[in-house]
């Protein structure tokens, strides 16, 4: 089954299209990576997938339930706020810039959602945090908080978070961007880490080689449509359109 | 009149100053944040109806608003109010007056909240009550402490304006004094007493915010 589908997407922003007519699925254990310049839309289209932003036009579906169809006329119809809650379980975020609760410790971070909104035990949930963050190789950071961490060890913290969730589906927005070259090669190590144990991942990222060596479908946008996608090693090495030539021309090693 | 008396009959002036103080934070803050709901409510009419009420209670003198507050039930109306009303025109004007304020500062430290908060929450599951209660609500608190101490110093030497009420907080009585006896002392010794008010609110308040400044 697709893990998500995403069907004819539209969305624009005032008088400026964003995306214009975008289908993407995921299977389960696919790494899907988006590659593009500022501004393709890539980022949006995250947005879109993770319900922080609506589509004008098309299909949200997560696991065979819609969390948006579109109508005759091709415009999106959100389902009731109570199904979309429970698709939300379905899916996590990590964020550019992380966006850890500073006024909660790591552990907190990490327990507070699948207690909470999970509604589930609290020493099982706690037992897992710790498998986590072990895992991470944060064991010593369970009573920190996010402001006495360096940004890689707050990144990592943010993806266990979203891992304790359960998700079926994990996205990535730009999880390296705001890090230096040292940590982003932390944060890269774990997604590869995740990828072996066939997390289903789609990641938005500048990261060319990363990109290539991590996921088994890569897809570049730029202008708000999908203009090439394929396999990874045969896209970046071998870009059929000239657009995709252009962009990554200026990456080769 | 020696100086022990002045300061024996201060101190009960001080008690009722006190008691404005504290009965006006206890209804202000509260009422305050659902003002600061309502200012910031996609509702338009409701939005420019609390517009309007901060214009007012911020634009025009309090202790103008107090005495609106208790003529005008008996003036407009002519409802004769009881006795205790002396105090709950107090109560009410102050309350109204500080809300206002207060109703300002919460927005200010509500809206500098970052957007990506709220999309972490929303991500994760939260609804808005759980993403304001949890998340952003004890944020706020921190963010609005030295605006909050402000304003509660502020209220401190504000409670001097119940005089115009006649009623007898420590300003009203420090007053009788002075004029009665012509001295001055009364009125220095009532100003030393709000000091010392205000030095303990200060002191209290620096404790809450270091208790905060565990996170940033």
Not at chain 1, 91 to 106: D, K, T
Not at chain 1, 145 to 155: K, N, W
Not at chain 1, 197 to 218: C, K, L, Q
Not at chain 2, 152 to 171: C, G, P, Q, R
Request: hydrophobic share 45%; charged share 20%; glycine share 6%.
């Amino acid at each position: 089954m697709k893990v998500l589908e995403i069907n004819h997407c539209n969305k624009s922003f005032g008088d400026n299209e964003v995306l214009k007519d975008i289908s993407l699925s995921v299977s389960e254990g696919q790494v899907i990576s988006i590659i593009g310049p500022s501004g393709s839309g890539k980022s949006t289209l995250l947005r879109c997938a993770t319900m922080l932003e609506t589509m004008d036009g098309g299909d949200l579906i997560y696991l065979g339930e819609y969390a948006a169809k579109a109508n005759t006329e091709g415009k999106a119809i959100y389902s009731d706020k109570e199904t979309l809650q429970g698709i939300k379980k379905h899916f996590g975020l990590v964020f550019q810039n992380f966006n850890l609760f500073p006024h909660y410790s790591v552990m907190r971070n990490i327990t507070e959602p699948p207690i909470l909104i999970g509604k589930r035990p609290k020493e099982e949930v706690y037992a897992e945090a710790r498998e986590l963050l072990k895992k991470m190789g944060l064991s010593d950071k369970e009573d920190a908080y996010p402001c006495e961490l360096s940004g890689g060890q707050q990144q990592r913290v943010s993806i266990a978070r979203a891992l304790a969730m359960k998700p079926k589906i994990l996205f990535f927005d730009e999880p390296t961007s705001a890090l230096d070259p040292e940590l982003t090669g932390e944060i890269l190590k774990v997604i590869k880490d995740l990828a072996a144990e066939h997390m289903t991942m789609v990641i938005v990222t500048h990261e060319m080689s990363f990109a290539r060596d991590v996921s088994n479908h890569i897809i570049f946008m730029d202008g708000g449509v999908i203009v090439e996608e394929g396999d990874p090693k045969e896209l970046i090495n071998n870009p059929k359109q000239e657009r995709t030539k252009a962009f990554l021309s200026r990456f080769q090693q | 009149m020696s100086l022990s008396v002045i300061i024996q009959q201060l101190i009960g002036g001080m008690g009722s100053s006190m008691l404005i103080f504290m009965l006006t934070l206890l209804f202000s803050m509260p009422l305050g944040l659902l003002v600061a709901f309502g200012r910031m409510s996609k509702c338009k009419p409701l939005q420019a109806i609390i517009k309007v009420f901060i214009a007012i209670f911020r634009g025009t003198p309090l202790m103008l608003q107090l005495l609106v507050v208790y003529f005008a039930p008996f003036y407009l109306f002519r409802i004769s109010l009881p006795r205790w009303y002396r105090f709950g025109a107090v109560i009410i004007g102050f309350a109204i007056n500080y809300a206002a304020y207060f109703a300002e500062i919460y927005r200010s430290g509500i809206e500098s909240i970052p957007v990506g908060q709220y999309e972490a929450a929303s991500v994760l599951g939260y609804n808005k009550q759980q993403t304001f209660i949890k998340i952003i609500f004890p944020q706020m608190v921190k963010r609005v402490m030295p605006p909050v101490t402000n304003e509660v110093i502020t209220l401190v030497k504000d409670t001097s304006l119940a005089f115009v009420l006649a009623y007898a907080e420590m300003f009203t009585v420090a007053k009788q004094i002075a004029a009665a006896q012509t001295n001055i002392m009364p009125l220095f010794v009532a100003g030393v007493f709000y000091f010392v008010f205000n030095a303990v609110v200060a002191f209290v308040m620096e404790g809450i915010e270091k208790k905060l400044s565990y996170y940033r």
